[in-house]
């Protein structure tokens, strides 16, 4: 399950432009992880940049998969 996600948008990037990503997990402790990403250009400039924190080991589940009732 993802605790929280930001995502940096540094540029618009180029349309049609290549784009490569590359992800870090830079802590595991227990159940959460600690990510940081970033996003490219084919000269290597950076695009985008991420950080997020995930619950490792649970099952995420779409909200229409949901009960009317556990709705908020």
Sequence with gaps: ATVGLSVNHLRRPVAGETLHG?????????????????????NEEP??????????????TSIRDRSEESRI
């Design 47 to 60: 695009v985008a940049i991420a950080t997020g924190t995930f619950m490792i080991g649970t099952r995420a």
């Design 22 to 42: 590359k992800a870090t997990c830079v802590s595991l402790y227990n159940s959460i992880a600690y990510v940081t990403g970033e996003l490219r250009d084919k």
